[in-house]
């Protein structure tokens, strides 16, 4: 359970939340890809990703990559055990979400965990706060560290995908 995300939802001000932990985890050809906004995008928009160990980083893949009209502003975030506050170190190699990348940070050494819509991880949220696109993003997966499939207990198996592309399996 840590090597992909845990759980990814959307929300709209913390509230209304779209579970798209399934589609967040999957990287399998010809999938649908799902929103990472629930749009049309507004400053009330979230995403949450998930984990039950701290990480600093995330890769994102699109099945389509946002187009922004008017510049796109992000708010990085972590629940430091009283409020969400912004993550230090980031470089976001999406450019605001209109490529494939990743987004690393630095691991805030007071990150707490927290329940978001009931789920209680060391949560990275996404807020957008200004801007509006032409085409909002669509993402195809997220990944941590390049894992691509949740860890299978009964097969013991998982799935890692080094940047280029050969699949390996562990077991």
């Known amino acids: 359970g840590i090597l992909t995300i845990k759980r990814m939802f959307t929300a709209v001000s ?16 010809g999938q649908t890809a799902f929103k990472l906004f629930q749009g049309p995008t507004v400053t009330v928009d979230e995403a949450y990703i998930g984990m039950p160990a701290k990480l600093d980083r995330t890769t ?12 796109i502003t992000l708010a990085w975030e972590y629940w430091n055990g009283t409020a969400w506050t912004a993550l230090s170190g980031l470089v976001d190699g999406t450019s605001e979400l209109t490529a494939n990348g990743k987004v690393t940070w630095t691991i805030p050494g007071n990150w707490a965990t927290t329940a ?6 060391y949560w990275i949220r996404v807020r957008f706060t200004a801007g509006s696109w032409t085409t909002n993003p669509l993402m195809n997966y997220l990944t941590v560290t ?26």
Do not use: H, R
């Open 14 to 29: 913390g509230a209304s939340f779209v579970n798209n932990t399934t589609e967040a985890q999957s990287n399998d050809a």
């Open 146 to 171: 390049g894992w691509t499939k949740p860890f299978v207990d009964a097969a013991n198996q998982g799935a890692f995908q080094q940047g280029g592309g050969n699949m390996i399996y562990l077991s």
């Open 116 to 121: 978001v819509n009931a789920v209680t991880c």
């Open 60 to 71: 994102f893949g699109f099945g389509t990559p946002g187009v922004q009209n008017a510049a």
